[in-house]
């Protein structure tokens, strides 16, 4: 399965002192770190970071990433999307791969 998702927290943190800031990157180091760790398959980019695994090890990871962005504030925002077909791997590069031949093949067409 493939998952792609967002962490952001929101309000003050429970320890430390506040952010003199909006930005978030702190907290989302600190989610993808733990992602980059997993040695699962990942990719992070300016919106979201996707995984790939099985059920139980992906969300393993998104759990523990969420958990450390609690850290950062009083509420976690979380936003998930997944593509379930079992059986596949390596879909992380392969699907990117069939659509940029798709586009090659419209532009020789």
């Known amino acids: 399965m493939l998952v792609a998702f967002s962490v952001s927290p929101s309000g003050a943190p429970a320890t430390g002192p506040a ?12 989610a993808v770190k733990i992602v980059r760790e997993s040695g699962l398959p990942n990719k992070t ?20 990433a ?5 850290q ?11 593509d379930i077909r079992p059986g596949y791997y390596g879909e992380l590069t392969g699907k990117v791969e069939r659509l940029e031949a798709a586009i090659t093949e419209q532009d020789s067409a």
């Open 19 to 30: 952010p003199h800031d909006a930005s978030v990157h702190g907290a989302v180091a600190a």
């Open 45 to 64: 980019d300016a919106m979201f970071t996707t995984i790939e695994g099985e059920w139980d090890e992906v969300f393993d990871v998104i759990k523990r």
């Open 66 to 70: 969420t958990e450390a962005v609690g």
């Open 72 to 82: 950062f504030g009083e509420r976690v925002s979380l936003v998930l999307k997944a």
